[in-house]
């Protein structure tokens, strides 16, 4: 059972190393978040911070704070699978920054049973949110 544990492991890493690799795409500047949805060991959505579609791609304002339509990187992986084919239920979503509140309720609602995220946020209601709900929530830090 531990090898299957540690095989669990390796691969969450490697996930969260594809997630940190994937927010490299966010135009946003002061943060880059990433975010993949896994399901049966296959990638079936994956999403960024950024604007809407047809938005310029600026994230900031003038005084350097983040636009209120500027969609996390759980929210765009999560609409981008509810517009596919695929379904989320029972899905592992990795993430690299823990969910907001508001990300939480979509990952709720989306049937996701796993999140799996590699930085820790200063605002836990997200993480309290998903406990509640009964979510399983892993912390890796992919830099040990």
């Not at 579609?53 to 003038?62: A, I, L, R, T």
């Not at 949110?129 to 912390?139: E, S, T």
């Amino acid at each position: 059972m531990g090898e299957k544990t540690n095989k669990q492991t390796e691969l969450d890493k490697r996930y969260l190393r594809m997630a940190a690799i994937w927010a490299e795409n966010s135009y946003c500047k002061r943060r880059q978040v990433g975010a993949l949805i896994v399901k049966d060991n296959r990638i079936i959505s994956d999403g960024f911070n950024g604007t809407p579609s047809g938005f310029e791609n600026v994230c900031e304002d003038e005084n350097n704070q983040t636009k209120p339509y500027v969609l996390h990187a759980e929210a765009n992986a999560i609409t981008k699978v509810a517009a596919s084919s695929n379904s989320s239920k029972d899905a592992t979503i990795y993430i690299t920054s823990a969910p907001c509140v508001e990300c939480a309720k979509l990952i709720i609602q989306a049937g996701i049973k796993r999140v799996v995220y590699s930085e820790v946020f200063r605002v836990e209601d997200g993480c309290k949110l998903l406990q509640r709900a009964g979510i399983i929530l892993d912390y890796i830090d992919i830099t040990a």
